[in-house]
């Protein structure tokens, strides 16, 4: 999202050899630059507030922070939205996210919506239970769900997808990437992590790879068997930087081979990144 007049939160950043906004320096603009970039989009927007789904981990427990810093804790709801049995570790913990930064906040059960959604479906030319269509329905519904609050409030939903999430298509299409900002679509998770510890977010909140713990997604970290910080490294030097692929493989300790399956891993999920075709450019 392109905020009129005002200059990225990204600009400028400096950088540690691994090409990473990780530095003492960056961390300490990122935390002033954020939240005036959160408060700027909801002054163009003449929005009243922000809408944050949590999930436990540590992208959504950053996201409230800067929109509390931004608009105030008044100003600012969490739904924690779970919807199997095997999520309820961590909406406590986002339920504690919430509480002590004392904004609002819902837990909306989305099973039964998920069961009659399936019921419903259930007729189509597909199964109702294919775990990649159920996992992006989720994803779908949640997002719903934020908009309705969103609607309802004269609120902007804030969604914390990371730099790495948004490149290896760890996200669902028109799902955590269908909001009004995404502050964070710049930063990888590395980055995200040290932006974490520099605010205070507590540690032992959830970490995954492959994306939050709500919206589970297959993670080329696993599937390379490489750790999730030389993925960024990886990610930042070949696709922002375009530095080529031998020079890659030689400053982070990998094989070129290596390199070459993560790229084409992002240009396998480009499609997620892509607005929807048109047969004109017009507007």
């Known amino acids: 999202m392109t905020v009129s007049g005002f200059q990225s939160p990204l600009a400028d950043l400096p950088r540690g050899p691994d090409g990473l906004a990780t530095t003492d320096d960056a961390l300490s603009r990122l935390r002033d630059?954020?939240?005036?970039?959160?408060?700027?989009?909801?002054?163009?927007?003449?929005?009243?507030?922000?809408v944050v789904p949590l999930d436990g981990g540590v992208e959504?427990?950053?996201?409230?922070?800067?929109?509390?810093?931004?608009?105030?804790?008044d100003r600012v709801t969490g739904l924690v939205m779970p919807a199997f049995l095997s999520h309820e570790a961590?909406?406590?913990?986002?339920?504690?996210?919430?509480?002590?930064?004392?904004?609002?906040?819902?837990?909306?059960?989305?099973q039964p919506v998920l069961a009659a959604f399936q019921e419903t479906i259930g007729g189509s030319s597909g199964p109702a239970d294919d775990p990649v269509a159920t996992n992006n329905a989720l994803s779908r519904l949640r997002m719903t769900c934020?908009?309705?609050?969103?609607?309802?409030?004269?609120?902007?939903?804030?969604?914390?997808?990371?730099?790495?999430?948004?490149?290896?298509?760890?996200?669902?299409k028109h799902g955590e990437t269908g909001a009004d900002c995404l502050p964070f679509a710049g930063l990888y998770r590395t980055e995200l992590e040290a932006l974490a510890r520099a605010v205070g977010i507590p540690?032992?909140?959830?970490?995954?790879?492959?994306?939050?713990?709500?919206?589970?997604?297959?993670?080329?970290?696993?599937?390379?068997?490489?750790?999730?910080?030389?993925?960024?490294?990886?990610?930042r030097r070949r696709i922002d930087e375009g530095v080529d692929v031998p020079t890659v493989a030689d400053r982070t300790g990998v094989e070129a081979e290596t390199v070459e399956r993560l790229e084409?891993?992002?240009?396998?999920?480009?499609?997620?990144?892509?607005?929807?075709?048109?047969?004109?450019?017009?507007?």
């Open 90 to 110: 961590t909406s406590r913990n986002a339920e504690a996210v919430a509480t002590s930064l004392g904004i609002d906040h819902s837990r909306l059960q989305l």
């Open 33 to 50: 630059r954020l939240p005036a970039f959160l408060e700027r989009v909801l002054v163009d927007a003449g929005a009243d507030g922000f």
């Open 146 to 172: 934020a908009y309705y609050v969103a609607n309802a409030t004269n609120a902007l939903v804030a969604s914390p997808i990371n730099r790495t999430q948004y490149l290896l298509g760890s996200v669902a």
């Open 264 to 283: 084409a891993w992002v240009e396998r999920t480009r499609h997620k990144r892509r607005r929807p075709t048109r047969p004109s450019a017009a507007t």
């Open 203 to 235: 540690e032992d909140l959830t970490v995954e790879t492959s994306g939050s713990p709500l919206h589970p997604g297959e993670s080329p970290a696993t599937a390379l068997e490489i750790d999730p910080e030389t993925v960024d490294r990886i990610l």
């Open 60 to 73: 959504t427990a950053l996201t409230a922070t800067f929109a509390v810093d931004a608009a105030g804790a």
